[in-house]
């Protein structure tokens, strides 16, 4: 007796649907880590990571956030919008516009209630509510929203930019650092330096004189700076004396703003952190989390460290690559998160770590979006040493589920004749499968065009039985009639 023939057939759709996602997923991969992302331009796959995203944070991704290290409330939300306002800077395409608009403005009532619970309770009775990462946060989140949409700005809008503008203008004029406190008596430069940035959009719109007060925050890094590795401080005192060295994940993310405030100095900073903390070879880069020579755990701001080199000190750093404008860098990066990050691309968008961490997708589409300076005009090399090796893993393993769907079809082909008329439903049930994994919702539009087809084929039946049948051959309608009294 032959093989079980659906056994066979069931074996042979599996292999069928591991060849096929080897194959496409594979070409994908190959795909996002070679092409390079071009200034000026939004990629496919980062369109792709808007649609994942649209939507798709629920309660339990903001309950996580909170939960998973003190300000992750705050970032899930504030730097989705910076992302969606990205988009819509470099793109000014009507459509962003408006969906920047309308889901930031979503957002900040979101915002403004985490005055209510930890970690920004405690400060938000301080003349900057919330101490200066949480109002730096919602201002720049505000004055974005509206420089882009100019005179279509809501009046309320444009009054709580205005008045919260000037609270943090008056607070740097009185602090002798330049550095505002997060916290009771903690500071960190990069919160302060989102206050600027707001500071810096309002002094554009209005032609106000509110950023002046940035030279003395940048005296104060100078005076401050690491002498080992030339590097501003990260975490300091009020004062702006150093608590801490140099921390990759907080650099980071300072030199993806820092640009936009002062280009000189900005590239003077990357360079010293290139130069003693990025780890780069064969097209691939990360970065150090600590100074070479110190070696500390991780923690909830580092998150992974593995031989010195942390994941969010390389993250932000695509940020604040392209900030700078340092494309080649900048590739190199993200290059490094195509391949490191697991990322899915399917019809419902691109996610990483099969989207079970809606932080990750935020801060990933946040520096993939940063704009690069006007400059900027050629895109970052291909690195074809990994786009190669990477090739050869993929076709290798096309090959192995390749050889396996061939001996599954074998089987399947020594079973076909004890039942002909299963090869015709297993196929058709292949291709069901293939068409709902495109489109979601073909089971649904199956059934209304079957539905549609089936009342036009009565509707026709109907209409030509008389003709068929003679003059004794009525409709059902008509004989109803007749027999109504």
């Known amino acids: 007796m032959g093989p079980d023939l659906w056994r066979a057939r069931r074996r042979l759709l599996v292999r069928a649907?591991?060849?096929?996602?080897?194959?496409?997923?594979?070409?994908?991969?190959?795909?996002?880590?070679?092409?390079?992302?071009?200034?000026?331009?939004?990629?496919?796959?980062?369109?792709?990571?808007?649609?994942?995203?649209?939507?798709?944070?629920?309660?339990?991704?903001?309950?996580?956030?909170?939960?998973?290290?003190?300000?992750?409330?705050?970032?899930?939300?504030?730097?989705?919008?910076?992302?969606?306002?990205?988009?819509?800077?470099?793109?000014?395409?009507?459509?962003d516009i408006a969906v920047a608009a309308r889901e930031v403005r979503a957002m900040l009532p979101k915002i403004d209630v985490m005055l209510t619970h930890a970690p920004f309770k405690q400060m938000a009775r301080a003349p900057v509510r919330g101490g200066v990462c949480w109002f730096a946060g919602q201002n720049l989140l505000r004055g974005r929203l509206v420089a882009l949409l100019g005179s279509s700005a809501d009046p309320a809008e444009v009054k709580?930019?205005?008045?919260?503008?000037?609270?943090?203008?008056r607070a740097f004029g009185a602090s002798a650092s330049g550095v505002l406190e997060a916290y009771p008596g903690m500071?960190?430069?990069?919160?302060?330096?989102?206050?600027?940035?707001?500071?810096?959009?309002?002094?554009?719109?209005?032609?106000?004189?509110?950023?002046?007060?940035?030279?003395?925050?940048?005296?104060?890094?100078?005076?401050?700076?690491?002498?080992?590795?030339?590097?501003?401080?990260?975490?300091?005192?009020?004062?702006?004396?150093?608590?801490?060295?140099?921390?990759?994940?907080?650099?980071?993310?300072?030199?993806?703003?820092?640009?936009?405030?002062?280009?000189?100095?900005?590239?003077?900073?990357?360079?010293?952190?290139?130069?003693?903390?990025?780890?780069?070879?064969?097209?691939?880069?990360?970065?150090?989390?600590?100074?070479?020579?110190?070696?500390?755990?991780?923690?909830s701001d580092s998150g992974p460290i593995v031989g010195g080199l942390g994941m969010s000190a390389s993250a932000f750093a695509l940020a604040a690559a392209r900030a700078t404008g340092d494309l080649d860098t900048a590739e190199s990066l993200r290059r490094t998160g195509e391949l490191l990050g697991m990322p899915a691309l399917s019809w419902w968008g691109k996610r990483y770590l099969g989207g079970r961490i809606a932080m990750f997708d935020v801060l990933s589409l946040w520096t993939r979006t940063v704009p690069t300076p006007?400059?900027?005009?050629?895109?970052?090399?291909?690195?074809?040493?990994?786009?190669?090796?990477?090739?050869?893993?993929?076709?290798?393993?096309?090959?192995?589920?390749?050889?396996?769907?061939?001996?599954?079809r074998a089987g399947a082909r020594g079973a076909e004749a004890r039942s002909s008329?299963?090869?015709?439903?297993?196929?058709?049930?292949?291709?069901?499968?293939?068409?709902?994994?495109?489109?979601?919702?073909?089971?649904?539009?199956?059934?209304?065009?079957?539905?549609?087809?089936?009342?036009?084929?009565?509707?026709?039946d109907v209409a030509r039985a008389p003709t068929r049948a003679g003059p004794r051959s009525v409709s059902l309608e008509h004989r109803i009639a007749e027999e109504m009294p």
């Open 160 to 169: 709580r930019f205005h008045d919260d503008s000037a609270i943090l203008a």
């Open 17 to 95: 649907v591991i060849l096929a996602w080897t194959v496409i997923f594979g070409a994908t991969h190959v795909l996002e880590v070679a092409v390079p992302d071009r200034p000026g331009k939004i990629s496919l796959d980062t369109r792709m990571q808007l649609r994942w995203l649209a939507g798709s944070i629920t309660d339990v991704d903001v309950e996580f956030a909170r939960k998973t290290f003190p300000e992750g409330e705050l970032f899930l939300h504030e730097f989705h919008g910076l992302a969606l306002e990205n988009v819509a800077e470099t793109t000014r395409d009507p459509e």
């Open 187 to 299: 500071s960190w430069p990069v919160d302060s330096l989102f206050g600027y940035r707001s500071l810096q959009i309002h002094d554009r719109l209005y032609d106000t004189k509110l950023f002046t007060t940035f030279e003395r925050f940048k005296q104060t890094m100078r005076r401050y700076q690491d002498r080992a590795t030339g590097l501003m401080p990260s975490y300091v005192y009020l004062d702006g004396r150093p608590r801490d060295v140099p921390r990759g994940c907080a650099l980071s993310w300072s030199l993806a703003v820092l640009p936009d405030l002062d280009p000189a100095y900005a590239a003077e900073q990357w360079a010293a952190y290139r130069r003693g903390f990025a780890r780069c070879s064969g097209g691939l880069c990360l970065f150090r989390e600590y100074p070479a020579g110190l070696s500390r755990g991780p923690d």
């Open 374 to 408: 006007a400059a900027a005009t050629t895109a970052g090399s291909v690195a074809w040493t990994p786009v190669l090796v990477l090739s050869a893993l993929w076709c290798g393993l096309a090959a192995l589920a390749l050889r396996a769907f061939r001996r599954a």
């Open 421 to 460: 008329w299963e090869h015709g439903l297993f196929i058709a049930a292949a291709l069901a499968v293939g068409l709902h994994l495109i489109w979601p919702a073909f089971v649904g539009a199956l059934l209304m065009i079957t539905l549609s087809l089936l009342d036009l084929v009565s509707r026709r």
